[in-house]
């Protein structure tokens, strides 16, 4: 049981180029969450999945985009880097353990848009 | 606009100390209250809260919830060094007409706990 992964754990990009963020889970849960982390600051959700084929826009969703074809992958795509994208990358998944609603981290991805 | 804020942003203690980390809320659509900790990764899930006054614990770490003045308290008792870390408190809300919830984070509080 690996939780959730991440990959790559590091990118740098120049302006104008593309990627996609790998985010995989085992745990079978239905959530799963998008977030970046800017140096100093909180957690801003970025698009979100209730489940397999549904995904919704987050607080800062412009300049990204999401699909979810499995319950297991859920993939993050930034077309057209920028360098207000420079940030740390966090994917999450989320399920019912105990009661408490836990959200289950990967270990992110950094990413340098030069 | 929901808002997360945490405070002290900052703290330097001797081990052994007994520190107090706050957060405050105003959001719509309440669910519940987490802390996490973070070192140099992702963040590590410490406690949920959803009911007002009840204390959660886990060894030397504690934290308190009160809805009805929006906020809740993370407490370490002794310090150790590895305490040191940034805490994020974050809120659970209903989002999009109630259909999912998000979390929504405080800037953090990073903690250095020194010899």
Avoid at chain 1, 11 to 25: D, F, N, V
Avoid at chain 1, 94 to 105: K, N
Wanted: charged share 15%; glycine share 8%.
């Amino acid at each position: 049981n690996a939780g959730v992964t991440q990959t790559p754990k590091f990118r740098i990009l120049k302006i104008g180029q593309s990627m996609t963020l790998q985010c995989t889970q085992d745990m079978n849960h239905n959530y799963m969450y998008w977030y970046r982390q800017d140096p100093g600051m909180g957690l801003k959700l970025i698009y979100y999945s209730v489940g397999a084929g549904i995904t919704d826009k987050g607080e800062v969703p412009n300049g990204y985009n999401v699909s979810r074809s499995t319950t297991e992958d859920f993939p993050l795509r930034l077309e057209l880097a920028a360098p207000s994208q420079t940030s740390v990358y966090f994917c999450a998944s989320r399920g019912t353990s105990g009661g408490a609603w836990t959200q289950y981290f990967g270990p992110g991805t950094r990413l340098t848009v030069l | 606009e929901d808002k997360v804020v945490q405070s002290p942003l900052s703290l330097v203690v001797h081990e052994g100390d007994t520190v107090t980390l706050n957060c405050s809320y105003e959001v719509t659509n309440f669910r519940s209250l987490l802390w996490y900790k973070q070192e140099k990764k992702a963040p590590t899930f410490l406690f949920m809260l959803t009911s007002s006054g009840i204390e959660k614990k886990s060894g030397r770490l504690s934290s308190i919830l009160d809805k009805k003045e929006l906020f809740s308290i993370l407490n370490i008792t002794a310090t150790q060094t590895g305490d040191s870390a940034v805490y994020l408190c974050a809120v659970y809300l209903a989002f999009n007409t109630g259909t999912a919830s998000k979390l929504t984070f405080g800037t953090g509080t990073r903690l250095q706990v020194t010899l």
